[in-house]
């Protein structure tokens, strides 16, 4: 049974820097007050003086639907407290035995394309139809994407324990919106109950979502059990938003102690996270709440050669493919072949929410822009966008209204159906700079009547083609789709596979021995 937010008396002390009588404020209808300092997506850190709502009715526009997800409060562990209902590892592997591996992938496989009027699929914005394949590859992958390897023997983080659910994950901002995802799953998990552990759904989830659009996946295995709390995940860094607004004894180590910038960006600009902290804390290339790579990347220095002042930013992919070599390969043990069937398999489906534009809006300045529509996991936090700012009516916030990262618009012509369009058009179209509604730095081809016109690249996937070793494999994949399919699938696996319990990709198959092949699609 869940330990409910009413028994606050019992909330967790796993909360690091924070003064624990704090943590009676929480409350589903929001009640954070007083002043935070809080990095947003630019990584500029800003003193915002936060929302001040103490009652802020559950029906308001800008209330986040939480009460619309039938299932929601089993995917995200408000606050700081624990889930007493997880299954202990000798109860689970024996539960998995039961397990109708085929009835679980029909079930997700028809969520998939279920679009909810609460969080409708996305699709139809890009002329394709509803599924929420990415979302959920992108759920699997963030739960996933937290595994670092420490040494050669030793790892931490992962998917397996499903710490996503909790705090500080739930909180960190790179995960804004998967709470939406783990409520949609919520009712698979209701239904299958203790024969498939949350950590297992969420991977499998991911998995089935590539599969069924046509993708490519061999095998999967099953057994990762859940945790009841997130503190193994602190070493990998706190945001502090949640719990510790207006408090000023509570800490956020977002930011990053030691940091360099290269010597070609910008001196304004953001800043990038040394592989050691001083404290020890693990994390990637850029802070907290980005813990894989900085999607902007680096901005040029106005006296760097290449620099145009006429162009509407100067982001360098040359240099974001850096971060994303030091992300994937230095922190994460990833070939530089895997590295790129990963960002191109995974950016395939789904697409980059920011559709919104604030501007001449009160929520354009602070607190709300100012915190970015970065933070989710407080019902009610009434932190922007995300929370229903976009849009009017039914519609606001959702669907073609949903930000999340604030970049706009699917990488491929089909983001619901498998194809081969991430890397053909990167390596054969020229891409200019521009801005998403919401006034990212992206990119889009110059052709404005190519095929690809309505499609976008992230300056992060641009540095697969800007750097020799990743555009030489690009180049293979984009030649050779049969090679793509079985490199991504092999990635993927080896992804979703390896946790700090189970650091090996077939540590689960021999520990638990229960995987499927698919056999039964055949
Ligand atoms: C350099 C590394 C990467 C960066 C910087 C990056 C960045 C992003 C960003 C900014 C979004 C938009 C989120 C939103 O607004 O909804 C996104 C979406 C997504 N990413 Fe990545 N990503 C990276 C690697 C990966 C990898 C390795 C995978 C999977 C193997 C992946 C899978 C996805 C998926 C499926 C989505 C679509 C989400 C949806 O449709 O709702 N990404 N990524």
């Known amino acids: 049974m869940l330990v409910l937010l009413a028994g606050m008396a019992a909330l967790m002390t796993v909360m690091q820097g924070c003064d624990q009588s704090k943590t009676d404020e929480v409350s589903v209808a929001g009640s954070a007050t007083g002043t935070t300092k809080a990095p947003n997506f630019r990584g500029n850190t800003s003193n915002s003086s936060s929302e001040t709502s103490t009652t802020t009715s559950v029906k308001d526009s800008n209330q986040m639907r939480a009460d619309d997800f039938p299932f929601y409060q089993m995917g995200t562990i408000p606050g700081l407290q624990s889930d007493d209902s997880v299954l202990s590892k000798e109860t689970y592997h024996r539960n998995l035995k039961q397990l109708d591996i085929e009835q679980l992938y029909l079930y997700i496989a028809r969520l998939l394309t279920d679009s909810k009027a609460h969080w409708p699929a996305d699709g139809p914005q890009d002329g394709d139809t509803p599924s929420y394949a990415g979302l959920f590859g992108r759920l699997a992958w963030h739960c996933a994407g937290t595994f670092r390897l420490v040494n050669d023997t030793n790892a931490t983080g992962g998917c397996e324990g499903a710490r996503q659910r909790y705090w500080p994950e739930n909180e960190w901002r790179d995960n804004v919106n998967l709470d939406k995802a783990r409520g949609l799953l919520g009712e698979v998990k209701h239904y299958f109950a203790g ?17 069924a659009s046509g993708g490519p996946a061999k095998k999967f295995c099953f057994g990762r059990v859940d945790e009841s709390d997130g503190k193994r995940s602190v070493e ?40 050691s902290q001083a404290d020890g804390r693990l994390q990637a290339s850029h802070s907290v709440g980005l813990i894989y790579v900085y999607p902007e990347g680096p901005e040029l220095k106005s006296t760097h050669p290449a620099y145009n002042p006429k162009l509407v930013h100067n982001r360098y992919p040359k ?74 009516g039914s519609e606001a916030g959702l669907g073609r209204n949903t930000v999340s990262s604030g970049f706009e618009g699917p990488w491929t012509r089909t983001p619901s159906r498998w194809n081969y369009d991430f890397f053909a058009p990167m390596l054969d179209e020229e891409w200019e700079p521009t801005k998403s509604p919401f006034g990212n730095d992206q990119w889009r081809t110059k052709n404005r009547s190519s095929l690809f016109a309505n499609t976008q690249r992230l300056t992060s996937d641009l540095g697969i083609a800007s750097d020799d070793i990743y555009r030489a494999v690009a180049t293979d994949y984009a030649k050779d789709h049969a090679k793509f399919d079985s490199d991504f699938a092999d990635a993927w696996f080896k992804l979703v596979h390896r946790s700090a319990d189970h650091p090996h990709q077939d540590d689960l198959e021999k520990d638990v021995g229960i995987c499927t092949e698919f056999e039964f699609l055949n």
């Not at 024969?195 to 599969?211: E, P, Q, R």
């Open 236 to 275: 990998l860094g706190v945001e502090g938003t949640n719990e510790c607004n207006g408090d000023a004894s509570c800490t956020s180590d977002a930011e990053c102690k030691t940091y360099f910038r290269w010597p070609e960006q910008n001196e304004t600009d953001h800043v990038r996270c040394n592989l």
């Open 319 to 392: 240099l974001s493919a850096l971060e994303v070599r030091d992300t994937f390969k230095t922190r994460m043990g990833w070939t530089d072949r895997e590295t790129v069937a990963l960002i191109g398999g995974g950016h395939t489906l789904g697409r980059v929410h920011g559709n919104c534009d604030l501007q001449g809006t009160k929520w354009a300045s602070k607190p709300y822009n100012g915190e970015g529509p970065y933070f989710e996991a407080a019902p009610g936090s009434l932190r922007g966008p995300t929370d229903g700012t976009c849009g009017a």
């Open 195 to 211: 024969s498939i552990s949350w950590a297992d759904l969420i991977t499998f989830a991911g998995t089935v979502g590539i599969k």
